[in-house]
């Protein structure tokens, strides 16, 4: 008998009817990106289940541990240091969305020239349309961007159980006591929340849970630098973007399996597009599901993608957080020292990110760089242009866009991608 969800979302209080709407065009839009792509790895089956049940498996799969005491922490942000979460016996999720919705109940909070991505997170919640959102027993906010912290007055006066840590905006000794007292806070909090204490040993479990993840994602990394790729960058995306809410074992697992199964691809030489293919690295903002526009538009004008250099990628997976038999103050300082190295354009001055960039367009063998801004998004924005500067003046092709969810501008972006594809081919 086929699986109802409905009374489920009706208990979370969401909307039936924009769930079905939202269901179907994700549905829609998934089947003619992800299903339309040739030669996929078998393992990414997995990858297509889960978001056939975005909303529906793991969200009972969250619901049932809330049963079991488990609680459940919404994120918009990596710099919610998830081995924390994890350590206190909570489950983590992450709650950025890239679509948009209710957009205008959302302008009636916020001004219209708010970037895309948090309007986004505004219009789940006002159209009664995240389930993950509804089952959070806590969300945490963080002070990044002037449009985050800001827009979190509102959002707490919507959600209720809203938690917002500071975060420092420059990588000073100072900066770094912020963080250290922020993640003390945050510890704190969980404990009380939680009612379980946080030693050593629930530091240290936190911990391997989390580097789990990110290892099996460093290894698929590594075998995208291959040609031919043997992965698209749209399937190593939504692998990233599913990092975010899946079960954590789950998921490493799965990653780890594809992985097997990739390796064995680059093996033999074989490629989800031919050898030789233009290779672009992403970087910029970070993509949430289902914000595919942009590597869908790449990936199907001839060119594949090789890296993300982005939170929804490497920026946020990059750094595992060292472990070792260290008492409880010395793993929160090994977590602090990993998330402080986080290169966000929040932060200024930001060389590391522009190092960064450099680093992985040559350690990916990419032939150009297409910088991706959200409109109204002034951190990366004012960051873009820094970075374009830098890569000229290396001969690194660079190609700077600035977009939002809206599929409007497909055939103008698409014109530009060819054309710099042209440029690098
Ligand atoms: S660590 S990138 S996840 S803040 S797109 S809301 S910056 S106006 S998302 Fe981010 Fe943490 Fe930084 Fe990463 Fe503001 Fe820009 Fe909107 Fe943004």
Request: net charge negative.
């Amino acid at each position: 008998m086929e699986q109802t969800y409905e009374p489920m979302w009706e208990s979370l209080g969401l909307d039936l009817q924009a769930q079905d709407v939202l269901l179907q065009t994700l549905g829609k839009f998934y089947t003619g990106i992800f299903l339309a792509q040739r030669n996929r790895p078998e393992g990414m089956k997995y990858f297509d289940f889960v978001m056939s049940e975005v909303h529906g498996l793991r969200v009972k799969e969250l619901l049932d541990g809330k049963e079991q005491g488990h609680k459940v922490v919404g994120a918009f942000c990596v710099f919610v240091p998830e081995e924390i979460v994890r350590a206190s016996g909570a489950t983590m999720v992450g709650l950025c969305t890239g679509a948009e919705f209710a957009t205008d109940e959302v302008e009636r909070l916020l001004p219209r020239n708010t970037c895309a991505l948090i309007k986004s997170a505004f219009g789940f919640k006002l159209g009664k349309a995240c389930p993950y959102i509804e089952a959070c027993d806590l969300v945490v906010g963080e002070n990044t961007c002037d449009g985050k912290k800001k827009s979190y007055d509102e959002l707490g006066k919507l959600l209720g159980n809203l938690y917002v840590m500071d975060l420092p905006q420059m990588k000073t000794e100072q900066g770094r006591a912020l963080l250290k007292s922020e993640y003390h806070r945050f510890k704190d909090k969980m404990e009380s929340f939680t009612g379980n204490e946080i030693d050593a040993d629930a530091l240290k479990r936190g911990i391997a849970i989390t580097n789990r993840k990110r290892t099996a994602v460093h290894r698929l990394n590594a075998l995208r630098l291959a040609d031919p790729a043997p992965i698209s960058g749209l399937d190593a995306l939504l692998i990233n973007q599913v990092f975010f809410y899946d079960d954590p074992e789950r998921f490493s697992g799965s990653v780890e399996k594809i992985c097997d199964e990739v390796d064995m691809r680059v093996g033999k030489g074989e490629g989800v597009f031919p050898a030789g293919t233009p290779r672009i690295l992403m970087s910029g903002c970070p993509m949430a599901v289902p914000n595919w526009k942009v590597p869908w538009i790449v990936e199907t004008s001839g060119a594949v993608i090789v890296g993300e250099e982005s939170c929804v990628g490497e920026r946020g997976t990059r750094n595992l957080t060292a472990d070792g038999n260290g008492s409880v103050d010395a793993l929160m300082d090994n977590i602090v020292n990993r998330y402080f190295d986080i290169d966000c354009a929040i932060f200024t001055p930001n060389e590391d990110r522009l190092k960064h960039i450099v680093e992985m367009y040559e350690q990916y063998h990419a032939n150009g760089v297409i910088h991706y801004s959200l409109q109204f998004c002034q951190p990366y924005q004012i960051e873009s242009m820094s970075v374009e500067a830098e890569l000229e003046k290396r001969g690194i092709p660079v190609l700077r866009l600035e977009t939002d969810y809206s599929m409007e501008d497909v055939e103008q972006l698409r014109t530009r991608i060819q054309a710099f594809i042209e440029r690098i081919s």
